[in-house]
C-alpha cells in the first residue's frame, strides 16, 4: 500500500513556511501502526512538484492537508485527481477541514476532522482491507503523545526548512522550530484554539531533550525555538527540562527562545529560564488599549499584565517582543495611536510585529464578523493571510475606513521596523545604516514629531551602550 501525504503547492511566501511537521507526525505513526505501508511526503510549500512526484509515486491513498489559505489549491488538487485518477482513494485534513467538513467533503472522499494520526491509520488498514470508511472521520486525540513517533524528519526537505529557519533576534543560525504540546489553555477569539475541545496535552521532557540532540548530531543547530502556544506553563516540566539540560550539557551550546503568555511569566521562571540559556520570550501583546485586548484575549489578559511581563524580564536580562494586532472591529484611530504610544514608552520592548486581524474559519471573530455582515461576498481564503506587510487585498474588517487604516497600519509597521532595528543593534553605527533606508526618510517626512519621539525613547539603550564602553 502506498500512501502520499501531500502539501499543496499555493503562491505564499515561503519565509512565512514552516516544516509539515504534522504530516511528518502522520508517516512515522504509520509507519509504526501499519506493517508494510510505503510513505512518501510531498511538499508544495518546499516548492516540489507536486502532481509530477505524485504521478511518479502511484500512490493509492492520498492524504492533503490545509490551513485556510491553502484550502483553494488543495480542493484543486483533489478535484484533479477524482477526475483523472479515479482509483486514488483522496482524504482531506487540517485546520480548515476540522472547521468545515462538509465544504472540504465536496472535494474528497474522506474528510478527518481534528488529530490525524489515529483516524489515518485506521483508514489506511480499512482500505486494505477492503472495507467501507466513512465520509467524515472523527481524529481522537492521542493523550500521551511521546506514543507518537518522532516526525518522519528523512521524508521531509529539512535543509530547505533550516535555511528559512526563524528570523526571530538571538535565534541564530542553523536553527530548528519545535512544537511540545498540542491545544492551549487559553481561548482567544481570533485563534482556532477559540473553537477547540481537546485538552491540552504535552510531549515529556526526555522527549523533548531525545529530539534536540538529534537535532544537533544531524543538523548542526545552534538554536531552537518553542512554537507552542504556551511553553512556560507547565512548569513541572519545565523544571524536569531544567535538569536534563544540565545533565546532557545543552544549556552550553543551546540558544532558545519562546511562546508565552504574560500572565505566566515570574521571576522564578525567568530565572530558571535564563539558567537554560533561554535568551528570547515572544508574547501575544495584541494591543496597548484594554477594551482591544481583553475582547482579543477574551477577558484573559491586560496591558498591565503585559508592562509588568516586561519589566520582570529586564529585571532577569532576558529579551522580550511580542506581536500587535490592529483591525478589530469597532476599534478607534485613538486607540490604535494608544497600542503605538505604548509600544515607545516601554523600552524594554526590544522588538514586535504589526498585524492586522485575520478573520479565520471557526474562530470568534469569523462569527462575529459573519453575524455583522464584515466578510465580503465572494471572499477568497487565499486572502486570509496576515502579510508581513499589509496591502489592500486582505481581508479587512476593520470599521474605520479602508485607506485611512492602512495607511495607519503601514506607517505603524514602518515605525516597529526602526523601533526594532535601534533596539537591537544601540550603536552609533546603526543610525548611519538607518540614513540609506527609504522608511527612514519616509517616517521623517510624514511623521516628524513621532519619529523624534521614538528616537528619544529608542536613545535609551544607546546611551546604556555608550556608557558601557567607558
Known amino acids: 500500500m502506498k500512501v502520499a501525504l501531500v502539501v499543496p503547492s499555493t503562491g505564499l511566501d515561503f519565509n512565512d513556511a514552516c516544516a509539515p511537521l504534522n504530516l511528518g507526525y502522520i508517516a512515522s505513526y504509520l509507519r509504526k501502526t501499519v506493517p508494510g505501508v510505503e510513505v512518501k511526503i510531498i511538499d508544495g510549500m518546499a516548492k516540489q512538484p507536486v502532481e509530477k512526484l505524485l504521478h511518479e509515486f502511484q500512490p493509492d491513498i492520498v492524504g492533503v492537508t490545509a490551513v485556510t489559505p491553502q484550502a483553494p489549491a488543495a480542493y484543486k488538487l483533489l478535484d484533479m485527481l477524482r477526475n483523472q485518477k479515479s482509483e486514488i482513494f483522496t ?20 474528510v478527518v476532522v481534528g488529530e490525524g494520526e489515529l483516524a489515518f491509520s485506521n483508514i489506511v488498514k480499512a482500505k486494505m482491507k477492503g472495507e467501507a470508511i466513512p465520509a467524515i472521520v472523527k481524529g481522537e486525540p492521542i493523550q500521551n503523545l511521546d506514543d507518537i513517533p518522532s516526525p518522519a524528519y528523512d521524508l521531509l526537505d529539512m535543509e530547505v526548512y533550516i535555511k528559512n529557519g526563524s528570523k526571530f533576534p538571538k535565534i ?13 489553555p487559553y481561548r482567544c477569539r481570533f485563534c482556532w484554539n477559540s473553537a477547540r475541545t481537546h485538552t491540552v496535552r504535552y510531549f515529556s521532557a526526555q522527549r523533548i531533550v531525545d529530539e534536540i540532540l538529534f537535532f544537533k548530531r544531524e543538523y548542526n543547530i545552534k538554536s531552537v525555538f518553542f512554537n507552542d502556544d504556551e511553553f512556560l506553563i507547565n512548569t513541572k516540566r519545565l523544571k524536569e527540562l531544567a535538569v536534563l539540560f544540565e545533565k546532557h550539557g545543552i544549556n552550553k551550546w543551546l540558544t532558545w527562545g519562546c511562546q508565552a503568555r504574560a500572565r505566566t ?44 511581563a516586561l519589566a520582570l524580564a529586564k529585571q532577569v536580562g532576558i529579551t522580550m517582543g511580542g506581536s500587535f494586532i490592529f483591525g478589530t472591529p469597532t476599534e478607534t484611530v485613538q486607540e490604535m495611536k494608544e497600542t503605538m504610544n505604548w509600544c515607545w514608552k516601554n523600552h524594554n520592548l526590544v ?50 475606513p479602508k485607506k ?54 529608542s536613545l535609551a539603550p544607546f546611551v546604556a551602550y555608550k556608557n558601557s564602553q567607558l
Open 91 to 110: 482524504v482531506i485534513g487540517g485546520i480548515h477541514a476540522t472547521q468545515l467538513p462538509e465544504e472540504a467533503q465536496l472535494h474528497a472522499d474522506c
Open 265 to 308: 511569566i515570574n521571576i522564578p521562571i525567568l530565572e530558571l529560564v535564563k539558567k537554560m540559556n533561554c535568551v528570547l520570550i515572544s508574547i501575544g501583546l495584541e494591543s496597548g488599549c484594554n477594551r482591544i485586548l481583553k475582547y482579543l484575549k477574551n477577558n484573559s489578559a491586560s496591558v498591565e499584565d503585559n508592562s509588568k
Open 351 to 400: 522588538f514586535f510585529g504589526i498585524n492586522v486581524l485575520t478573520p479565520y474559519p471557526g474562530t470568534e471573530v469569523w462569527k462575529y464578523c459573519a453575524k455583522n455582515n464584515l466578510l465580503p461576498k465572494g471572499l477568497s481564503y487565499e486572502q486570509l493571510i496576515p502579510p508581513q506587510y499589509p496591502n489592500s487585498n486582505m481581508i479587512i474588517v476593520s470599521t474605520l
Open 404 to 457: 485611512a487604516f492602512l495607511k495607519m497600519v503601514i506607517d505603524f509597521h514602518r515605525m516597529a521596523w526602526l523601533h526594532t532595528q535601534v533596539r537591537l543593534s544601540p550603536k552609533l553605527k546603526t543610525f548611519f545604516k538607518l540614513s540609506i533606508a527609504p522608511s527612514w526618510w519616509y517616517l521623517w517626512l510624514t511623521h516628524p514629531i513621532t519619529v523624534l519621539k521614538l528616537m528619544v525613547y
Open 172 to 184: 541564530h543560525y542553523p536553527n530548528m522550530a519545535m512544537v511540545t504540546s498540542r491545544g492551549c
